[in-house]
């Protein structure tokens, strides 16, 4: 475990993760970036009635980011094994991932929880029951929330579980397995639809977006680092960006979207490959990050799905506070929406990073030593 040592506190730049695997700085400062258009998106929508809505948004493009990543880095992990398949393998991964998303989560939720059932003065709904192992509803809405904006975890783990179950019987191919099985799931979602309980995870095309990034895994294990070509796939990844966010028609996918299983394919046709090209251009670039600003930016990437998590409440009390200083004349100017968007960044980052210092950081090291030594 690497860290290095800030002016004022102990500035944790890497995760705690398996020695044989090297994090990517540039893939975390790219997580930062998702947290920004995610934020901004949401910031908006709070906003809706009141502001001009004139600045150019992307759509919850920073979720379709988030995803390529994870395909990337879970692929980049398996093909590092040397293990041998079987329950011992899917285990050791599958306990990582587990540790990894839900301590942190399950902090969130019970804060949400106990906020509800102090507010709400009654038991909580027994539907929101799996929100908190990050499972879909069997009624609807099939992607009920407990946390704000974590019904892209649940996409997450369905990925970790289908990786596991494939590491029961292989470890070598089990990248290439895993992007054939979900690849055939997406292909029938997007055939037969996915507007129904759990169908709307299980068959989604959104499991491309992560296939994308096994994809990238696969080539940068056999082509290693490929400073120009990457810097040409970022340039191509951005411009493509830009070019799609120009057609108003064609939009990334939100999770009424989701729910509905409208339109999924060609989002992810369209802004998964250019997220996937920006990932790749990264991955394969992997520019350096050793400046002050460059470790601060590593730093909030890697706090970020802190940042992810704390950014509902975020979002309502900055809106709160600003309300409360705001004349009764709506709407906003442009002036107080943009001072608004920025402070609602800030603010999410803020929380976030104290939550990555002081709670997430130190529970994923003790726990993740403490399991590793149980084997």
């Known amino acids: 475990m690497n860290s290095e040592t800030g002016s004022l506190l102990h500035m944790h730049t890497t995760l705690p993760l398996p020695a044989k695997i090297r994090q990517i700085d540039g893939l975390q400062v790219l997580r930062a970036i ?3 258009l995610v934020t901004m998106l949401h910031a908006r929508q709070s906003l809706m009635l009141i502001a001009p809505a004139g600045f150019p948004d992307f759509g919850s493009y920073g979720v379709d980011i988030f995803f390529v990543i994870s395909g990337f880095i879970m692929s980049s992990i398996v093909l590092h094994s040397q ?3 079987g329950p011992g393998a899917a285990w050791r991964f599958l306990k990582r991932r587990l540790i990894r998303i839900f301590p942190i989560y399950w902090v969130f939720a019970v804060a949400v929880a106990a906020r509800l059932l102090l507010g709400q003065g009654h038991r909580l709904d027994p539907n929101l029951l799996p929100a908190f192992l990050l499972l879909p509803n069997a009624h609807f809405p099939y992607l009920l929330t407990l946390v704000d904006f974590s ?4 996409f ?8 596991a179950a494939v590491l029961l019987v292989s470890v070598r191919h089990a990248v290439e397995v895993v992007i054939v099985l979900l690849s055939c799931a997406a292909l029938l979602g997007n055939f037969i639809g996915t507007e129904r309980p759990y169908l709307v995870v299980v068959l989604s095309p959104m499991l491309l977006e992560f296939l994308f990034g096994a994809v990238l895994a696969l080539l940068h294990r056999r082509l290693g ?9 970022l340039l191509l990844g951005i411009a493509a960006s830009f070019y799609l966010r120009s057609f108003t028609s ?8 989701v729910i509905a299983g409208r339109g999924l394919m ?5 802004w998964g490959v250019a997220a996937a090209l920006i990932v790749g251009g990264i991955v394969f670039w992997q520019p350096s990050f050793d400046s002050g600003p460059g470790k601060v930016a590593v730093v909030l990437g890697n706090a970020s799905y802190s940042a992810y998590l704390a950014s509902g409440l975020a979002i309502e009390f900055t809106f709160r506070l600003l309300l409360n200083r705001l004349p009764v004349a709506t709407p906003l100017s442009y002036g107080m ?5 920025v402070s609602l960044v800030a603010s999410t980052f803020c929380v976030g990073w104290v939550c990555y210092q002081f709670i997430e950081w130190p529970m994923l090291r003790s726990l993740q030593g403490r399991f590793s030594k149980a084997g």
């Not at 997450?156 to 579980?161: A, G």
């Not at 680092?225 to 796939?233: L, N, P, S, T, W």
């Not at 064609?250 to 979207?257: A, L, P, Q």
């Not at 060609?266 to 369209?270: A, F, H, K, Q, R």
């Open 250 to 257: 064609i939009r990334t996918n939100g999770i009424h979207e």
């Open 156 to 163: 997450e783990m369905f990925f970790y579980y289908v990786f």
């Open 225 to 233: 680092v490929k400073r120009g070509a990457g810097i040409g796939m």
């Open 337 to 341: 929406e943009a001072l608004y968007e």
């Open 34 to 36: 998702a947290v920004v």
């Open 266 to 270: 060609p989002g992810v046709l369209t």
């Open 83 to 85: 293990q041998s398949p």
């Open 151 to 154: 019904w892209t975890m649940m």
